[in-house]
């Protein structure tokens, strides 16, 4: 994979003539000698719905790129006195314009308007790119000095924290604000949902239609690279969850070759599986360089940590292939040939770019043959779900799902070992909240839910039954959660919450349809101060100091498997220990404190983590030992002496 020549693409300001703008893209077998035309239409934004003010034209040439072909590009100089200009329009201010790209073809009755610019560095509202004329002066980012001694935590001491930055803090800005809210809490890396531009108002961000800047709902380039060196500022790693195996129907190369009624394309088409959206093809060279310096792009510019990347089974094609797996191979070795540069990825020896698979549907092979370091599971989620609806035989396969039983810890590629090792969560933005396994309200929405429903009946009927089935799990039986909780941070693996869940949020979520992607589902910071949120934070921040133990970051995980013995009451018993320091988890999953006893390998006394009470003083290795575990709770032992 190649690095596209970004500095002949997009929008650029001339940093000798900041008023000088060159734009230019790549439009693969569009060419002008077949009578084709490529317009910018640019406008001042504050000008964008005056009747009277029409967007600047301006007519683009085009040469060839030895590599994809056709190349338009021209320059365009936003000067106040240009006399094409409207008398009463903005043009020449500086501020924020709007542009997109319109072709004209003998082929066709109409152009083809409302393209966006695939390599546009800003976004406008819906389907437009952005430019700020005077960026560098008034919006230009300055790294901080501490931005410098940052590095990227290993793989193992990572704790991470899902959020969507309109439903947690608003925009950018606002969630830089609640970063000491974070730091706080103990985690250590935000999995950011997409940032990318899409076209919707309210939406997760999983159809893209621009991928090389912030999304201009959420705030502008300097608001995240401020929001970016504020984290790391705080000792909190930035990963973004990125979507390169499917995009919109609006994406510039999906919109206008499907309006030219081209029966080929050079960037989508089928590749491999065919989930959500219109699919990448990355048996293209554009489609592999593309994605290939949007991950350069937002290392460099933006300095994130890494990245999660979603849906990877559409663009999954073996450990040898086109596909994902060369893609995070390039993006490994781009690091790697960056050591002088980015220094935040190189501390005890290792590279710790952070990349995160979501390959559901074989996350044990996808760390065993390609170089993500990390991955998506959902099998603890799923088996937990089971054991909260009471099905029979799931507490076992939830106790080996706990201990990353086949996941590989490491591997050797190329001479090189790469730690490995999987994400373990209860809630995610893909599933309900675990609390609803337990019970919902009947009718427990918010009120302005419960008015969309009401007034919007012919929008709830056009996205499906989802929408009108909202609802909240019941946040009175918030104590069952308890035992899962406790679970996933002492598990092997990287524990992950999901935002509001370390106060109890509640919402349910549509397992498909529209309905999960298109409500606007705000994090209820209320709850951080009533009685239940009070509780479960102060167990997370207890279980997160507790997770900083090196039993529990790089320790083996040993599985009670006793039916028997312990499953069959409902209770759940791991060990884990790095060899100079063990620890004993007991879960109970039931209603009933539970007693059992259990054989400890170490002579010694054992605190209690959760609680500080319940210690065991002058216990015996190897002689039976009674433990006593609370209802929906659980306990954890760690040797002292």
């Not at 000067?79 to 082929?107: A, C, I, M, N, T």
């Not at 479960?536 to 498997?561: D, T």
Request: hydrophobic share 35%; aromatic share 14%.
């Amino acid at each position: 994979m190649r690095l596209l020549h970004l500095e002949r693409l997009g929008a650029r300001s001339r940093g000798t003539s900041p008023e000088v703008f060159d734009f230019g893209v790549l439009l693969p077998w569009v060419y002008s000698k077949d009578g084709n035309r490529l317009i910018v239409k640019i406008i001042h934004e504050r000008d964008q719905f005056i009747q009277d003010v029409q967007p600047m034209e301006f007519e683009m040439d085009q040469s060839e790129d030895p590599d994809y072909g056709a190349l338009w590009s021209t320059e365009v100089e936003i000067d106040p006195d240009s006399p094409e200009s409207h008398p009463g329009s903005h043009w020449g201010d500086d501020g924020r314009y709007v542009y997109r790209y319109q072709l004209k073809s003998p082929h066709l009755e109409e152009p083809i308007d409302w393209i966006i610019d695939p390599f546009a560095r800003e976004f406008g509202v819906g389907k437009l790119s952005a430019i700020t004329k005077g960026y560098d002066r008034d919006y230009r980012y300055e790294w901080s000095d501490e931005e410098e001694a940052w590095r990227t935590p290993p793989l193992e001491e990572l704790i991470v924290y899902e959020l969507m930055i309109s439903e947690f803090g608003g925009s950018v800005r606002e969630a830089t604000e609640r970063l000491d809210y974070l730091q706080d809490l103990g985690i250590n890396c935000i999995e950011v949902m997409p940032v990318s531009n899409v076209s919707n108002t309210v939406d997760w961000g999983f159809l893209p239609i621009g991928y090389f800047g912030v999304d201009e709902r959420f705030g502008k380039r300097c608001d995240m690279q401020r929001f970016v060196d504020a984290a790391h500022q705080r000792g909190i790693a930035v990963i973004l969850d990125v979507v390169y195996g499917h995009t919109s129907d609006q994406f510039p190369y999906c919109y206008l070759y499907d309006r030219l009624h081209y029966s080929e394309n050079p960037f989508m088409g089928p590749f491999a599986k065919d989930y959500f959206g219109r699919s990448t093809d990355f048996n293209r060279l554009m489609t592999q360089d593309f994605f290939f310096t949007v991950n350069h792009h937002w290392l460099e510019v933006y300095h994130v940590d890494g990245f999660r990347y979603d849906c990877v089974p559409n663009y999954w094609d073996g450990p040898a292939g086109r596909g994902y797996a060369s893609l995070v191979y390039e993006t490994y070795n781009l690091v790697k040939a960056k050591a002088g540069v980015w220094r935040r990825f190189f501390d005890g020896g290792s590279i710790n770019l952070i990349q995160c698979a979501e390959q559901l549907e074989g996350p044990r092979d996808v760390l065993r043959e390609t170089y993500s370091n990390c991955t998506w599971q959902n099998e603890t989620l799923d088996a937990a779900k089971k054991v909260a609806r009471g099905e029979g035989g799931w507490l076992t396969a939830l106790g080996f799902c706990l201990g990353l039983m086949g996941y590989p810890a490491e591997a050797e590629a190329n001479g090189e070992n790469i730690r490995k090792t999987a994400l373990q969560y209860l809630e995610n933005h893909d599933h309900p909240r675990l609390v609803c396994s337990f019970g919902n309200l009947p009718g427990g929405i918010d009120e302005n839910l419960r008015l969309l429903k009401e007034r919007n009946r012919d929008l709830c009927g056009a996205i499906g039954s989802d929408l009108m089935a909202l609802k909240d799990g019941d946040r009175s039986l918030w104590y069952k959660v308890q035992p899962y909780l406790i679970g996933i941070f002492a598990a092997k693996g990287i524990p992950m919450i999901w935002q509001g869940q370390e106060f109890g949020e509640n919402y349910f979520i549509p397992e498909r349809g529209m309905g999960r992607v298109l409500v606007y589902r705000p994090v209820r910071w209320d709850y951080f101060y009533d009685p239940v949120g009070k509780r479960i934070v102060s167990l997370v921040r207890r279980l997160i100091k507790m997770r900083r133990s090196p039993q529990f970051q790089r320790g083996g995980h040993h599985f009670l498997n006793d039916p028997d013995r312990y499953q069959s009451r409902g209770v759940l018993l791991f060990s884990r220990d790095d060899g100079k320091r063990y620890s004993l988890v007991a879960l109970n999953f039931t209603d009933r404190d539970q007693e059992v006893e259990f054989q400890f390998p170490l002579s010694g006394d054992y605190r209690e983590e959760l609680h500080a009470k319940d210690d065991l003083k002058d216990v015996a290795a190897g002689v039976w030992t009674r433990l006593s575990i609370p209802s929906n709770y659980g306990r954890v032992w760690t040797l002292v002496r």
